[in-house]
């Protein structure tokens, strides 16, 4: 595709949000040169997900995979980010062979998304029960010789940081460190410190930026540490819509915004982040 500008790493047109206009953002994407992966979540998303990038000879591809938070039922309504989040997931147990099946499929180009979840987790066996299913993923993505698109968040607020309530970044090292055959992959929504981005680089991991940044001056300090050569943008829409769209419906095409606040950051221009940030997405997931 020669206008390819920019590669949203990190979708969910495959979720419900977009039932009765998945194909229309994806051609509004594809328009604006912005090429997509649309990340699965649990069974159903992942098997949506390689439909949809069956359904394009170019610029959409797929990732399967078991997110931790559907690893047990929830129903919960909190604010992130200065806005209301509305959630609902329903338990779902790890099938390897389902996912090594679906993983197999030449439009997935990675498996996740996958990891740790520890917000507003209390009980010590969810956390163990997340950490052993994130290493069957890096089982999978092992034999599928594909990269891991890991979601990592800590517990928040403070008050669930103490004790067994840990951190999730640190159980996601320890674990990664024990598996040093593992080759690559990124770092997804990643709202963690400057200290932790450059050891999961050390790794070999990319580290992806969305919207939040665009709102959340929190991040700038990481974004400017960051080399430019290890980052990727991502929209992780429908969620968390970048400025000037919050509170909006978030889409593919967004992700613009995010690589302008990137160049904003660092001092340089659009189409110098465009370029490397599209050349590092490529190289991570073969495409």
């Not at 613009?256 to 606040?261: E, L």
Request: glycine letters at 6%; proline letters at 3%; a negative charge.
């Amino acid at each position: 595709m020669e206008n390819l500008k920019l590669i949203d790493t990190h979708a969910h047109v495959n979720f419900n949000d977009f039932k009765n206009d998945s194909n229309e953002t994806i051609k509004r994407s594809l328009k604006d040169g912005i090429w997509v992966i649309n990340v699965g979540a649990e069974k159903a998303t992942s098997e949506m997900a390689v439909k949809m990038a069956e359904g394009y000879e170019e610029g959409v591809f797929a990732a399967v995979g078991l997110h931790p938070s559907h690893l047990m039922e929830q129903n919960v309504e909190y604010q992130e980010n200065g806005e209301p989040v509305k959630y609902k997931s329903n338990e779902e147990e790890f099938n390897y062979d389902f996912y090594l099946e679906l993983a197999k499929h030449e439009k997935v180009v990675a498996i996740g998304e996958c990891g740790l979840d520890y917000f507003r987790v209390t009980d010590q066996n969810f956390k163990e029960k997340q950490k052993e299913i994130f290493a069957k993923h890096i089982e999978l993505a092992k034999e599928v010789n594909k990269p891991l698109i890991i979601h990592c968040r800590d517990a928040r607020p403070p008050s669930l940081r103490s004790g067994v309530s840990g951190q999730a970044h640190d159980d996601l090292f320890k674990i990664l460190h024990l598996e040093a055959k593992l080759s690559s992959g990124v770092m997804h929504f990643f709202t963690g410190t400057a200290d932790q981005a450059k050891k999961y680089i050390d790794l070999g991991f990319y580290i992806s930026f969305s919207g939040v940044i665009t709102f959340a001056k929190e991040y700038e300090e990481t974004v400017r540490q960051i080399p430019l050569e290890k980052i990727l943008t991502e929209t992780d829409c429908p969620y968390v819509a970048p400025a000037p769209h919050r509170g909006k419906r978030n889409e593919p095409a967004y992700v613009k915004y995010v690589a302008q606040k990137i160049a904003e950051i660092k001092g340089l221009s659009f189409d110098e982040v465009a370029e490397q940030t599209t050349k590092n997405a490529r190289e991570l997931f073969g495409i």
